[in-house]
């Protein structure tokens, strides 16, 4: 068990997918399959797109499926688009049972699967340490614990590198080592927090990144770039769902901003780091170029691409 990711059995095992059943089903709420070549994943019974199984999202196809115990794999490379191999029933399907499966096919439409990359678990609870026995025992003993999903779904996006989803995790719940961070911890002088693009204000997440007058203008950069003219969210959660689900813009535009919102984030993170490490100050042009083409290779990744982050 390590990084963010952890294995709570062997991936062969069937454990996890059948637990929790006799405590209100707290273990299976709170764990998610993570598909990477999709071999390890069962297609209905997993909690694997979306927040919750297809078995329990369509009942009804389930019930009908011939393939009840498919892996993602085995399905994807079946067909899974309308009128794909990966669809057989034990009848002919009524129009709504129909309608049903186009909703399915649309569910799956951007799935890409990564021919060298494992399938894994993500424990919710705690995306960064993973799955603990303290964890757990604190969840179920605690009363009023809850979990942000739509958040944890926002961030662990399937498409972006682990490393960026890592990142940008912790920059929404204060944990990068910002100066005041590490202040905060001991780890360098209270009179050395000052913001490292020099503007000689405090360096906290929210002032590096949405108020600092030099590194978070590329903000006015990006919205320009992409031509919509709006007030951003003045915290960092508030900001990032806002401009990730813009409600003038269609639905389908919104996972493409939440990658250039990571890109965005990413960039004034790295340039902090080239100021403060390397003594290298780039202009916020520059940045915008950055932000632009970390966003068209992430594109690229959904086409089947294994790419990186720079």
Same mark, same amino acid.
């Given at each position: 068990?390590?990084?963010s990711?952890?294995?709570?059995?062997?991936?062969?095992?069937?454990?996890?997918? %059948?637990? +929790?059943?006799? $405590? #209100?089903?707290?273990?299976?709420?709170n764990? !998610? *399959?993570?598909?990477?070549?999709?071999?390890?994943?069962?297609?209905?019974?997993?909690?694997?797109?979306?927040d919750?199984?297809?078995?329990?999202?369509?009942?009804?196809?389930?019930?009908?499926?011939?393939?009840?115990?498919s892996?993602?794999?085995?399905?994807? %490379?079946l +067909?899974?688009? $309308? #009128?794909?191999?990966?669809?057989?029933?034990? !009848? *002919?399907?009524?129009?709504?049972?129909?309608?049903?499966?186009?909703?399915?096919?649309?569910?799956?439409?951007?799935v890409?699967?990564?021919v060298?990359?494992?399938?894994?678990?993500?424990?919710?609870?705690?995306?960064?340490?993973?799955y603990?026995?303290r964890?757990?025992?604190?969840?179920?003993?605690?009363?009023?614990?809850?979990?942000?999903?739509?958040?944890?779904?926002?961030?662990?996006?399937?498409?972006?590198?682990?490393?960026?989803?890592?990142?940008?995790?912790?920059?929404?719940?204060?944990?990068l080592?910002?100066?005041?961070?590490?202040?905060?911890?001991?780890?360098?002088?209270?009179?050395?927090?000052?913001?490292s693009?020099?503007?000689?204000?405090?360096?906290?997440?929210?002032?590096?990144?949405?108020?600092?007058?030099?590194?978070?203008?590329?903000?006015?950069?990006?919205?320009?770039?992409l031509?919509?003219?709006?007030?951003?969210?003045?915290?960092?959660?508030?900001?990032?769902l806002?401009?990730?689900?813009?409600?003038?813009?269609?639905?389908?535009i919104?996972?493409h901003?939440?990658?250039?919102?990571?890109?965005?984030?990413?960039?004034?993170?790295?340039?902090?780091n080239?100021?403060?490490f390397?003594?290298?100050?780039?202009?916020?042009?520059?940045?915008?170029?950055?932000?632009?083409?970390?966003?068209?290779?992430?594109?690229?990744?959904?086409?089947?691409?294994?790419l990186?982050?720079?």
């Amino acid at each position: 068990m390590g990084g963010s990711e952890f294995s709570l059995v062997d991936d062969h095992m069937q454990g996890p997918r %059948r637990g +929790g059943e006799g $405590v #209100g089903r707290w273990f299976e709420d709170n764990v !998610r *399959r993570v598909v990477g070549d999709g071999r390890d994943t069962l297609f209905w019974h997993d909690t694997w797109v979306g927040d919750t199984s297809l078995k329990l999202k369509f009942p009804r196809l389930f019930d009908l499926s011939v393939n009840k115990e498919s892996t993602v794999e085995e399905m994807t %490379r079946l +067909g899974w688009e $309308v #009128g794909g191999m990966g669809w057989e029933w034990r !009848r *002919r399907l009524l129009v709504w049972e129909e309608e049903s499966v186009e909703e399915c096919s649309v569910l799956l439409h951007n799935v890409v699967l990564q021919v060298i990359v494992h399938d894994t678990w993500r424990w919710l609870l705690d995306p960064i340490l993973g799955y603990s026995v303290r964890g757990a025992y604190n969840f179920i003993t605690t009363t009023g614990t809850t979990v942000d999903r739509n958040l944890v779904d926002e961030v662990w996006h399937r498409l972006i590198p682990l490393k960026v989803s890592l990142f940008v995790w912790r920059l929404l719940h204060d944990r990068l080592p910002t100066k005041d961070n590490l202040a905060r911890r001991g780890s360098i002088p209270a009179t050395d927090t000052a913001c490292s693009s020099s503007c000689g204000n405090l360096e906290t997440s929210k002032h590096l990144f949405l108020d600092c007058a030099t590194l978070s203008s590329l903000w006015s950069l990006v919205l320009h770039w992409l031509g919509i003219s709006s007030v951003l969210g003045g915290e960092l959660r508030h900001h990032f769902l806002q401009f990730t689900h813009m409600a003038s813009l269609p639905r389908f535009i919104h996972s493409h901003l939440r990658v250039i919102w990571f890109a965005s984030v990413w960039v004034i993170w790295k340039e902090r780091n080239n100021r403060v490490f390397n003594n290298v100050v780039s202009a916020p042009s520059i940045l915008l170029e950055k932000v632009k083409l970390i966003s068209f290779l992430v594109e690229v990744k959904t086409s089947g691409f294994q790419l990186q982050l720079l």
